[in-house]
């Protein structure tokens, strides 16, 4: 059985031990790191230094590393969808169109960063229909954001990339 860890900093922490079931089977699949005050207050203080770091990337590098991101997540597609199906339960498809989601909020969060102030055709993007997007740069800091079950890729998405731009 798979044993993943949690990131800190880009360094793995294997503390603390869950077991994931298949939500369909009720077998164990794997186990993740799980975390506690320690971990919160480390991440925490980690991203604080990220942040001082990441305030002087220009718009260009945000674009560039959320576009390495979109990259990343359509040549892991197939094992994102087996993934959220085993921990979610969802469908094939249902889980197919939340990769999807979060794929285009990524691309959208790349694109927001060239595009700040200023009202932008979303639908060029790949959203469809007439949608119109209005961002603004404005950094408030270090977030601590949960993410719920249900949507977890996607939702994850919808608070990292809108926080890189």
Same mark, same amino acid.
Not at 73 to 97: C, H, S
Not at 134 to 156: D, E, T
């Given at each position: 059985?798979?044993?993943?860890?949690?990131?800190?900093?880009?360094?793995?922490?294997?503390?603390?031990?869950?077991?994931?079931?298949?939500?369909?089977?009720?077998?164990?699949?794997?186990?993740? %790191?799980?975390?506690?005050?320690?971990?919160?207050? %480390?991440?925490?203080?980690?991203?604080?230094?990220?942040?001082?770091?990441?305030?002087?990337?220009?718009?260009?590098?945000?674009?560039?590393?959320?576009?390495?991101?979109?990259?990343?997540?359509?040549?892991?597609?197939?094992?994102?969808?087996?993934?959220?199906?085993?921990? $979610?339960?969802?469908?094939?498809?249902?889980?197919?169109?939340?990769?999807?989601?979060?794929?285009?909020?990524?691309?959208?969060?790349?694109?927001? $960063?060239?595009?700040?102030?200023?009202?932008?055709?979303?639908?060029?993007?790949?959203?469809?229909?007439?949608?119109?997007?209005?961002?603004?740069?404005?950094?408030?800091?270090?977030?601590?954001?949960?993410?719920?079950?249900?949507?977890?890729?996607?939702?994850?998405?919808?608070?990292?990339?809108?926080?890189? %731009?």
């Amino acid at each position: 059985m798979t044993h993943y860890p949690m990131w800190i900093a880009n360094q793995p922490c294997y503390d603390g031990e869950l077991v994931v079931a298949d939500k369909w089977l009720q077998q164990p699949v794997a186990t993740v %790191a799980q975390g506690d005050d320690r971990h919160v207050e %480390a991440a925490l203080s980690q991203a604080e230094m990220a942040r001082l770091e990441l305030g002087k990337w220009t718009s260009l590098q945000r674009a560039t590393a959320l576009n390495r991101v979109v990259k990343w997540l359509e040549l892991n597609q197939d094992e994102l969808i087996r993934l959220l199906m085993i921990e $979610t339960g969802k469908p094939r498809q249902d889980a197919q169109v939340e990769v999807n989601r979060a794929i285009l909020t990524t691309r959208l969060s790349a694109a927001a $960063t060239s595009q700040h102030g200023r009202w932008w055709d979303t639908g060029e993007l790949g959203e469809g229909g007439q949608r119109w997007g209005l961002s603004k740069r404005i950094p408030i800091g270090v977030c601590l954001l949960i993410v719920p079950f249900n949507f977890p890729l996607n939702l994850a998405m919808h608070k990292i990339g809108p926080a890189l %731009a």
